[in-house]
């Protein structure tokens, strides 16, 4: 067994005073990769925002603890520093801060000050991994960027920072099969080089194909109603979603 990393335990989650998620469980173990699935508007990434913080979604009972803390009242950049990581489903464009400015400024948050030369040593080689042109390092984030670029910049992030907890929300989404390939080796150069958990959430099974999961989960209307191991993901793909809700 591995040892637990996130424990999430009856969690209600509010937006704008409405409840979108209702008494959700889901442990995580080190070292472990697990799926969220389940059609779009059932809370999937509400669970992603609450776990990692974001003001917007609002815990109202229920307790999230990560690597043997209760993190449920930590603001969001507390959470960042002890290692999770949210890759957004919609990227924000943030123009005057480039994409190298602000992975060296997330990184010397979490690790203290970095030597210039060792940073850019890093991103060159870490930008090569995923065929990256080095010279979007230099440019304002995610401005001009198709929706792969977008991609390819949060895994980039995503191994630069080497989180504890990466959770991808819809990465795979809207991308073509090249784009879908160079995202999915990152995913698996995170889980090769750092040994990190993964939590991947997604409606479809593209970005799992290279990919071994140890877990996972069909969310409905808020509620994780199916649990189950990589045989969980085939059966979704034979028969859909609704056809596993648990009695």
Do not use: C
């Amino acid at each position: 067994m591995s040892k637990e990393l996130l424990k999430i335990q009856d969690l209600h989650v509010s937006v704008e005073e409405k409840e979108i998620l209702h008494g959700v469980n889901l442990t995580i173990g080190q070292d472990e990769t697990h799926v969220l699935m389940g059609p779009n508007g059932t809370g999937k990434s509400t669970l992603g925002y609450a776990v990692t913080g974001n003001p917007a979604y609002s815990v109202t009972s229920g307790s999230i603890v990560f690597d043997g803390e209760d993190i449920t009242e930590l603001p969001v950049n507390e959470r960042a520093k002890k290692g999770i990581f949210l890759s957004f489903q919609n990227p924000l464009e943030v123009p005057g801060v480039t994409l190298s400015a602000f992975i060296r400024s997330a990184l010397e948050q979490k690790t203290g000050r970095l030597r210039l030369w060792d940073f850019k040593k890093k991103l060159k080689e870490t930008m090569a991994l995923l065929n990256m042109d080095e010279s979007y390092a230099e440019r304002d984030l995610n401005v001009g960027f198709s929706g792969g670029e977008k991609k390819k910049a949060e895994i980039l992030q995503m191994l630069m920072l080497e989180p504890k907890l990466a959770i991808l929300d819809e990465t795979d989404s809207g991308l073509d099969v090249d784009a879908v390939r160079t995202v999915s080796e990152g995913v698996r150069l995170f889980r090769e080089r750092t040994h990190g958990s993964l939590l991947i959430i997604t409606h479809s099974t593209r970005i799992l194909e290279a990919l071994h999961v140890d877990a996972a989960h069909v969310m409905e209307e808020g509620v994780i109603v199916r649990n189950g191991g990589a045989e969980l993901v085939e059966e979704i793909n034979e028969k859909g979603f609704g056809s596993l809700k648990e009695d």
